[in-house]
């Protein structure tokens, strides 16, 4: 009985697991379709029961927004197999666009509508935001096509669109005036309509004085190219101008250093004064009409007098005119105001606020005793120093000293004794010195006086023509040669060597023996002042001998015996050998007195025997009975001499 029982429970397992599988396999949903019925079925139906409907769909991967809330769950899932159904727009929704847009219709659709409602700022995130008149247009008026719902990729250059507006523009013509195709250039993108008056003209802003028709400034119809240089319109304004007259003045042609775009050129400012006259102090605030009255040329005057010559002259403490105060008012005074003045009396000239003198004096002219002349003073019209005995024992010894203002003002520029000048020790003064008033050599002030004698003795040096000093470029330095004699003489020459060198006889010649009193046209050459000596000589006779006026060939500057002319070595020995001792005159040998380049071998002792020179040469070769014969194979004057032709060779050559 048990085995029976459970054999029908196996079999009634088996069966419902049989109408499990067949209800599973027969599901509309599809295989792999696992969530309970109840969740959209009742028992009494099928059909889907929106009354106990408890399906979540929005946590698949497609929730249902917007009008998705109200479409038939068939409209998306014809098949009921919901694992088919696709969640791209496109896969549901026909595109319109033709795939102009791209397949996601989110970027301009919502789930509410098919309406675009923010078409402005999606064109925003485009490569072409909607600026200007393109807000307002029509999306056809740029993207056109049969259905107007295809929007292929335009140009965004202003030209891709507005082509026919550029070809159709006649004022200006466009074309012609070769206008960039650029539209921006003139016309902001936020611009609503082409006027001129829309036309950026911001590189030249168009205020005041150029807010004027177009044609004013390009003429002729030309709108490019234009330099926006104030002077490439207004050149004929700048050529005709007056006062200043701009040319003379070569003030620039820059128009904007000066001017604004005021019509008629004013107010005007100056502000490159400074390159002409620089202004500071007062002179920054003073009105340009309280200097040039009016006349901007060059006739206002640069220097200070030239507007203040009546504060100079209405001065009168001290009275400027009448003490002749120089007029170059900025030596004591500044631009920023006449008082406190800058005139240092005690740093420029001499301590009266300080020092032995102050408190010595009341009035200016107590020292300036010449009140139309501030320039002169006295030192020994007053106090102690009126008594020119007693000043003079007290300089006893001082060089330079000399009783007069002018000298006391040299030594004791600081009017104390202590630190006094005494010419000794700085430039001893000697000679033509001693003689001298002090402003003979310092005219221009005691400071800074130089002691190069041709600072003051430039002229002289300029002016000596024997020698012209200049020419031979004879040094400056007037100490080389002279002393502090008056009249410059007499005079020395250690440079002569530089010029030509003094050696031997020459040394402890006077300057006149050679000179003879003309320093420029002395001759360097030996003959040029010992002609008389060459042609006087007798032994040799130089001149009827032909010598060469090159005596230092021959001679030194020590004297003119013993010559160095050296026979033996460079022709033929008589001071040695075989001929030593054996002449007197040089004629003995040179028989020809008018050319000592002959000379004679068989004229003198055994030589003049040809029979018996003839038989001693038996047998020699070459031999002949002539004095350059001889020459040639004696030329030692020894009987053991060898034939040189070379030399007699030369010699023949000579003769």
């Known amino acids: 009985m048990e085995m029976r029982k459970l054999s029908l429970v196996i079999l009634s397992v088996l069966a419902l697991v049989s109408v499990s599988s067949k209800v599973m396999s027969d599901s509309p949903h599809g295989k792999g379709f696992n969530l309970n019925c109840d969740l959209c079925h009742s028992s009494t139906s099928w059909k889907l029961d929106k009354t106990i409907y408890a399906f979540n769909h929005n946590k698949t991967a497609f929730p249902l927004n917007g009008q998705h809330q109200e479409v038939n769950c068939r409209a998306c899932h014809p098949s009921l197999v919901f694992s088919e159904a696709k969640t791209a727009c496109v896969d549901c929704h026909t595109d319109m666009h033709n795939q102009t847009v791209g397949p996601d219709c989110g970027r301009c659709h919502t789930t509410k509508s098919w309406i675009v409602e923010n078409i402005t700022g999606i064109h925003q995130r485009s490569r072409f935001p909607l600026l200007g008149a393109h807000r307002t247009a029509d999306c056809s008026g740029c993207h056109k096509s049969a259905s107007l719902l295809r929007f292929e990729p335009l140009g ?34 936020n611009s609503i309509t082409w006027n001129s008056t829309n036309v950026d003209h911001s590189f030249l802003p168009l205020t005041q004085g150029h807010a004027l028709n177009c044609t004013s400034c390009h003429t002729n119809g030309t709108f490019s190219g234009l330099s926006k240089d104030c002077v490439n319109c207004h050149q004929a304004n700048y050529a005709a101008s007056t006062n200043p007259n701009h040319q003379a003045a070569n003030i620039p042609t820059t128009c904007t250093d000066c001017h604004t775009t005021n019509p008629g050129w004013k107010p005007a400012t100056f502000t490159i004064h400074s390159i002409y006259w620089l202004l500071t102090g007062a002179h920054i605030t003073t009105t340009c009409n309280q200097c040039h009255n009016g006349v901007y040329n060059n006739t206002t005057p640069t220097a200070c007098v030239g507007c203040h010559l009546t504060n100079y002259n209405q001065t009168t403490n001290p009275p400027h005119a009448s003490a002749q105060f120089s007029t170059d008012c900025q030596n004591c005074h500044t631009t920023t105001a006449w008082t406190p003045s800058t005139f240092d009396h005690d740093g420029q000239y001499f301590p009266i606020y300080s020092g032995k003198h102050q408190g010595t004096w009341v009035l200016c002219t107590d020292c300036h005793t010449t009140p139309t002349n501030y320039g002169t003073f006295s030192c020994i019209d007053c106090h102690a120093h009126n008594d020119q005995t007693q000043v003079n024992n007290g300089h006893q010894g001082v060089g330079g000293y000399s009783y007069n203002s002018l000298a006391c003002y040299s030594c004791h520029p600081t009017g104390s004794v202590s630190g006094a000048f005494n010419h000794n020790n700085g430039f001893p003064l000697t000679g033509a010195h001693t003689t001298l008033l002090c402003s003979a050599c310092h005219a221009n002030g005691f400071i800074g006086t130089p002691t190069a004698c041709s600072a003051c003795h430039i002229n002289a040096y300029n002016g000596t023509t024997n020698p012209n000093h200049l020419t031979t470029n004879i040094p400056n330095t007037c100490a080389t040669c002279h002393t502090t004699n008056p009249g410059w003489t007499p005079a020395t020459f250690s440079i002569h060597n530089n010029y030509w060198p003094l050696t031997g006889a020459h040394i402890t010649t006077t300057c006149n023996q050679c000179h003879n009193g003309n320093y420029n046209t002395t001759p360097n050459t030996c003959v040029g002042c010992h002609l008389n000596d060459y042609n006087q000589t007798t032994n040799p006779p130089h001149a009827s001998a032909q010598f060469p006026t090159d005596c230092q060939s021959c001679h030194t500057t020590t004297a003119w015996i013993p010559s160095t002319f050296n026979h033996d070595g460079q022709y033929f020995p008589i001071y040695s050998g075989h001929h030593a001792g054996t002449w007197t005159l040089c004629a ?4 020809n007195a008018s050319n000592y380049q002959i000379f004679s071998c068989i004229d003198c002792h055994q030589h003049s025997n040809q029979s018996q020179v003839n038989n001693q040469h038996q047998g020699v070769s070459g031999y002949s009975y002539n004095s350059v014969a001889c020459y040639n194979c004696h030329p030692t004057g020894s009987a053991g001499g060898k034939l040189l032709k070379p030399r007699m060779n030369n010699i023949n050559k000579q003769h």
């Open 156 to 189: 965004i250059q202003c030209y891709d669109c507005h082509q026919a507006n550029y070809m159709g523009a006649s004022s200006p013509n466009h074309v012609q005036g070769g206008f960039s195709k650029d539209c921006i250039q003139c016309h902001p993108i």
């Open 588 to 591: 003995d040998c040179h028989t």
